[in-house]
């Protein structure tokens, strides 16, 4: 009887706990998809539009700042943790906060591989130093490429806030409209995928001693206490 009580309350405290949840998700119309490796994922509906928006969010400790600015600094290593990208190359950089880059992402056939061109700007709050790099899609910034289909839109936010005892917490919020035909249940199932995957090799590629022991100069690091 005893254990079927525990039983009982067990399972209530979990329900309402659930719902609690889901409540402060729905506030801001986040709703979780996935924690797996540390990192959890989250959709929600964006107005105007038949695709999600997707976030992911994790904490690495140990990490500096530098480090991970160090990795979008490194055109060259998108393709390494960035999901399905196949071909990565800056166009223009106009100071150490500000650029133009070029990707292409690998899609299976029979659909075509996307690719896209995007402005980066880096900047850092000088009062909790949080890191944010603002990415927005510039597609008519060069011509069209034969066999690829132009993303037409794109707007991401990377977020390295710095907390306690030297862990960062990342954020990675993006939404786009891939361009072209493609199914729409496919799409927003890869929403989920995409910051997933891609952010477990980013916290994987920062380790690398190229970007590890990196000092990026427009970056202040905390103090660690």
């Known amino acids: 009887m005893r254990m079927r009580n525990i039983i009982i309350i067990s399972f209530f405290s979990f329900f309402f706990c659930h719902i609690y ?3 402060l998700i729905a506030e801001d119309g986040w709703i979780f998809q996935k924690n797996q490796d540390g990192i959890e994922v989250y959709t929600r509906d964006l107005p105007g539009s038949d695709y999600k928006e997707f976030k992911g969010t994790m904490y690495l400790s140990g990490a500096r700042l530098s480090s991970l600015v160090a990795a979008f600094d490194d055109t060259s290593s998108y393709t390494k943790w960035m999901h399905n ?3 990565a190359k800056l166009l223009k950089q106009y100071n150490p906060r500000d650029r133009y880059t070029y990707t292409v992402t690998h899609a299976p056939f029979p659909v075509k591989d996307r690719d896209l061109i995007v402005f980066s700007h880096i900047s850092q709050n000088q009062k909790d130093l949080t890191v944010t790099i603002e990415i927005t899609g510039k597609s008519d910034y060069i011509s069209p490429k034969k066999n690829r289909v132009r993303i037409p839109r794109m707007n991401a936010l990377w977020t390295f806030k710095p907390l306690n005892s030297g862990v960062v917490m990342v954020v990675y ?5 891939p361009g072209g035909w493609l199914p729409l249940s496919l799409i927003n199932l890869s929403m989920i995928d995409l910051p997933f995957l891609t952010m477990l090799k980013f916290k994987d590629i920062v380790k690398d001693t190229k970007y590890a022991t990196a000092k990026f100069q427009v970056i ?3 103090r660690i206490n």
Do not use: H
């Not at 919020?173 to 409209?177: E, F, G, K, S």
């Open 21 to 23: 949840n889901v409540k």
């Open 85 to 87: 990208c196949k071909e």
């Open 173 to 177: 919020q993006t939404a786009n409209d």
């Open 220 to 222: 202040k690091e905390p």
